[in-house]
């Protein structure tokens, strides 16, 4: 895919860097009568400083290859030089600085003979290069309209070109007086072309297509992250459930553990237990008579081992008094 078309590709802007690099506009900002003539040499001598800083990374004949570039060369030139002659009142003063250009200009054209701009190749009038800008850059959209009609600054260029045609439809009867004076080589122009219609086309590029699918794919995104912070806020509240759970069954058992350790040490160590014995015996009928060694053994067994418990007993209580 094509690189997409600029504003600062239309030919009519192809100077704004060189105007720019130069501080033109601080130039334009000196006013008459504030401004001294050491400040006016100040700036011509950094004007020849920042031109040929700037000519060697983009060489002039790059800048000025046909005859409107050249006119258009010679039209920033001449508006330096008008600039200069509005902030000072002596002819001496002004003469001085036009040489200072002049020399400037002779002094790189003269070794670059394959520069083909003579300084009085001029606009008839300098109110005839915003209606040439508008025709050289209506040629270059023409000729690219398939582009320019898809470009992000499709309405930026449109835009721009609309407001200059409102400017110079306001003058175009002088315009087309004018005109007749000047000619440029290699570029039909006209005032005729400030009844046509403009844009030709409409521009197709759409911002909110090309966001929708970075939505898309945010939206995609935040909702896979949504199912997964659900999923995780599920799992450790089952978690939670679980470990509740568990811990409920533990303290309910706790008291009926407690009860049936106290059950059996009132059982075993009280005389309950001798009670409770003697009234299963009775309510029972058990054939006693029957395996009397046996029963005998039993009982044997038991007395001894309630003779070592107690006698257990007697020890651990001892050594806890002591």
């Given at each position: 895919?094509?690189k997409?078309?600029?504003?600062?590709?239309?030919?009519?802007?192809k100077?704004n860097d060189?105007?720019?690099?130069?501080?033109?506009?601080d130039?334009?900002g000196?006013?008459?009568?504030?401004?001294?003539?050491d400040?006016?040499?100040?700036w011509?001598?950094e004007?020849?400083?920042?031109i040929?800083?700037y000519?060697?990374?983009?060489?002039?004949?790059?800048?000025?290859?046909?005859d409107?570039?050249?006119?258009?060369f010679?039209y920033?030139?001449?508006?330096?030089k008008?600039?200069?002659?509005?902030?000072v009142?002596s002819?001496?003063?002004?003469?001085?600085?036009?040489q200072?250009?002049?020399y400037?200009?002779?002094?790189y054209?003269?070794?670059?003979?394959?520069l083909s701009c003579?300084?009085?190749n001029?606009?008839?009038?300098?109110e005839?290069?915003p209606?040439?800008?508008f025709?050289e850059?209506?040629?270059?959209?023409e000729?690219?309209?398939?582009?320019?009609?898809?470009?992000?600054?499709?309405d930026i260029?449109?835009?721009d070109?609309t407001?200059r045609?409102?400017?110079?439809?306001?003058?175009?009867d002088?315009?087309?007086r004018?005109?007749?004076?000047t000619?440029v080589?290699g570029?039909s122009?006209s005032?005729?072309?400030?009844?046509?219609t403009?844009?030709?086309f409409k521009c197709?590029?759409?911002?909110?297509?090309?966001?929708?699918?970075?939505t898309?794919?945010?939206s995609s995104?935040v909702?896979?992250?949504d199912?997964e912070q659900?999923?995780l806020?599920?799992?450790?509240?089952s978690?939670t459930h679980?470990g509740?759970?568990?811990?409920?069954?533990g303290?309910a058992?706790l008291?009926?553990v407690?009860?049936?350790?106290?059950?059996?040490?009132?059982?075993?160590?009280t005389?309950?237990?001798?009670?409770?014995h003697?009234?299963?015996?009775?309510?029972?009928?058990?054939p006693?008579?029957?395996n009397n060694?046996s029963?005998?053994?039993?009982?044997?067994?038991?007395?001894?081992?309630e003779?070592?418990y107690?006698?257990?007993?007697?020890y651990?209580l001892?050594?806890?008094?002591?």
């Amino acid at each position: 895919m094509g690189k997409d078309i600029q504003l600062s590709d239309l030919p009519s802007k192809k100077f704004n860097d060189l105007i720019e690099c130069i501080k033109y506009e601080d130039l334009k900002g000196y006013k008459t009568n504030t401004t001294t003539k050491d400040q006016i040499d100040l700036w011509i001598n950094e004007f020849k400083i920042k031109i040929e800083e700037y000519l060697r990374n983009k060489p002039l004949k790059e800048l000025i290859n046909n005859d409107k570039s050249c006119k258009d060369f010679n039209y920033i030139i001449e508006e330096i030089k008008q600039k200069i002659y509005s902030l000072v009142q002596s002819p001496a003063e002004k003469l001085m600085f036009k040489q200072k250009i002049n020399y400037w200009r002779d002094d790189y054209f003269s070794p670059n003979t394959d520069l083909s701009c003579n300084e009085n190749n001029k606009y008839g009038n300098p109110e005839l290069k915003p209606l040439y800008d508008f025709c050289e850059d209506n040629i270059y959209i023409e000729g690219k309209h398939s582009v320019m009609e898809k470009s992000d600054q499709c309405d930026i260029i449109i835009d721009d070109m609309t407001k200059r045609k409102d400017a110079l439809k306001s003058k175009q009867d002088i315009l087309e007086r004018q005109i007749e004076f000047t000619e440029v080589a290699g570029m039909s122009c006209s005032t005729r072309i400030l009844e046509d219609t403009f844009p030709p086309f409409k521009c197709m590029f759409n911002a909110d297509d090309s966001g929708a699918s970075r939505t898309q794919l945010s939206s995609s995104y935040v909702d896979s992250s949504d199912k997964e912070q659900v999923s995780l806020e599920m799992s450790d509240e089952s978690e939670t459930h679980s470990g509740s759970s568990s811990s409920d069954i533990g303290l309910a058992s706790l008291p009926v553990v407690g009860i049936l350790v106290l059950l059996f040490i009132l059982y075993r160590f009280t005389s309950l237990g001798t009670k409770l014995h003697t009234y299963l015996g009775n309510k029972v009928n058990i054939p006693i008579n029957q395996n009397n060694d046996s029963n005998e053994q039993i009982l044997s067994n038991i007395s001894n081992y309630e003779d070592m418990y107690s006698e257990s007993m007697q020890y651990n209580l001892s050594y806890q008094v002591v």
